[in-house]
């Protein structure tokens, strides 16, 4: 008996059926969120794992809590704080995870969550929970959410943005900084996608916007995309970081992040405070080029296409494969209309990058 059969047929019908497809190294990829190649930087994972084979152990072995809380997580984390300007941080699992994190334990009975429509699926999914009270605001819209605060009658109010948006591309207004402090609302900034990427030392919105981090001020970002590793971190002050370490269930039940993805994040750090000047002069061509070739302007390595088709998106999709390059497909729901999803990654050439650009003018042209 087959439970599932007329949901999977429906979503094969609609154009939205998912399926893995085993990574193709012959592609050059733009479609991974390895903004800045580092998961091909073979220095970067030998001298981690040169390090980890010195020590007594190599895995964490338990949660944070109890056994897990290792110097080499401590480290990490104090390396955080200090190029982030925050006061305390904690790493953990996921950015599903600390987004999951954030949302549950924060959010308490009498307060008021404000959601950036757009936010990720994973804060999405925690706002849901049964007790929280959750209103989504239009997409950058800084006027209804400034109209949200002024009537609230809430005991705390929660704001979550996204740094950069993970499928529009877009920054966040930096009004939202000027708004939280003149309602002493908490902020949530989930830096997935703008950590690494933009700011005058690569380390995200805070950075970009010169913000000096405040008593309300959260920031998450990923290790899995920039920092070429696996995890994530949440930098706060620290009663919040306190606070978190024992409500939050997604860190107080988990296993304590990897020794090796820590390790390895943390060497990426000093790879990009090392060589700020020389990825940013990177990360710039890149944009000219996409702006060049295709009249967008980005605010990161995010380039969204609208084809507005599920079925169309895939076919663009492997038409693109033929000629060599991989792009993301990405249809309903977690684009409100299909797009072809373009990452102008550093880990590939500016001529490769070029050529795909030529070629998606074609293809989107024929279309």
Do not use: W
């Not at 605001?137 to 209804?144: A, R, V, W």
Request: include cysteine.
């Amino acid at each position: 008996m087959m439970f599932y059969e007329s949901e999977l047929k429906a979503l094969k019908k609609s154009g939205r059926l998912r399926s893995r497809k085993v990574l193709q190294s012959s592609l050059k990829d733009f479609a991974s969120n390895d903004y800045l190649g580092l998961s091909h930087n073979k220095s970067l994972h030998q001298k981690t794992a040169d390090t980890l084979s010195t020590l007594d152990i190599h895995s964490s072995k338990a949660s944070m809590l109890v056994n897990g809380y290792h110097q080499i997580h401590q480290d990490f984390e104090k390396a955080l704080c200090k190029a982030n300007n925050f006061e305390a941080g904690i790493v953990l699992g996921s950015g599903f995870n600390a987004n999951i994190a954030l949302v549950e334990s924060l959010v308490r009975k009498g307060d008021a969550l404000f959601m950036d429509e757009l936010y990720h699926a994973s804060g999405v999914l925690a706002s849901n929970l049964k007790g929280i009270d959750v209103t989504y605001f239009k997409h950058n819209d800084m006027k209804e959410l400034a109209k949200l605060l002024e009537h609230s009658t809430a005991k705390r109010n929660i704001i979550s943005v996204e740094g950069i948006y993970s499928m529009d591309g877009d920054i966040c207004p930096k009004e939202v900084f000027s708004l939280c402090d003149k309602y002493n609302a908490i902020l949530i900034v989930d830096e997935a996608h703008s950590s690494g990427v933009i700011g005058e030392s690569l380390m995200g919105v805070f950075d970009y916007y010169k913000i000096t981090p405040k008593h309300n001020h959260i920031k998450m970002g990923t290790l899995g995309k920039a920092y070429g590793s696996f995890g994530a971190f949440i930098l706060a002050d620290e009663h919040i970081v306190e606070y978190l370490l024992n409500r939050a269930k997604p860190i107080i039940y988990a296993t304590s992040l990897s020794l090796y993805d820590t390790l390895l994040a943390h060497n990426s750090l000093r790879y990009i405070q090392k060589n700020v000047a020389t990825l940013k002069e990177a990360i710039s061509k890149r944009s000219s080029i996409v702006k060049e070739e295709l009249g967008i302007h980005v605010d990161g390595l995010i380039v969204p296409l609208e084809i507005g088709n599920n079925k169309k998106v895939l076919e663009i999709k492997e038409t693109i494969e033929a000629e060599g390059f991989s792009v993301g497909a990405i249809r309903q729901p977690t684009v409100k209309s299909a797009i072809i999803r373009l990452i102008i990654r550093l880990g590939e050439s500016e001529d490769d990058l070029r050529a795909l650009c030529k070629s998606l003018v074609k293809i989107k042209n024929e279309y």
